[in-house]
């Protein structure tokens, strides 16, 4: 199975974004040909984006985020959690890949990923290559 990243989901929702129709035909596509999943945390920063006054002159109101989030789950969408020891995981991944800071948050859905057996994660992040064991493909160049 393959996951989606939250830059997608915020690029795919947002309509003023460069990637927006792009990201939104990949995701309509990808949710009918096969199940995709999305980490609980993207779903987090998801709503932390697009709710956020500093980054859009109109944020997308909380409701609508959680109409978005159920319309993906409706559509099949599976979203994965972090599990008892997940803990041990991300510090061990971050220790390895020297992350620090606000880097963290990418290695916890790296993390989140790889104890879930995910396959590919779609991301237009490169940060991502610092996870070798998450194989990792931008959508927009990979098709």
Do not use: W
Request: glycine letters at 2%; aromatic letters at 6%; charged letters at 20%.
């Amino acid at each position: 199975m393959n996951a989606v990243d939250t830059n997608i989901l915020v690029y795919a929702h947002r309509t003023e974004m460069n990637f927006h129709s792009d990201c939104l035909d990949f995701l309509q596509a990808e949710l009918q040909i096969k199940k995709l999943a999305v980490p609980y945390h993207c779903l987090v920063e998801f709503v932390g984006i697009c709710t956020h006054p500093k980054i859009f002159k109109t944020p997308t109101p909380m409701e609508i985020c959680r109409m978005q989030i159920e319309m993906l789950q409706k559509a099949g969408i599976l979203i994965l959690f972090e599990q008892s020891n997940s803990i041990e995981r991300l510090l061990s991944l971050a220790l390895e890949a020297r992350v620090a800071g606000s880097m963290i948050h990418d290695a916890r859905i790296a993390s989140t990923c790889i104890e879930n057996g995910i396959s590919v994660l779609y991301s237009l992040d490169r940060d991502f290559s610092r996870f070798p064991d998450l194989k990792v493909e931008n959508p927009l160049i990979s098709k």
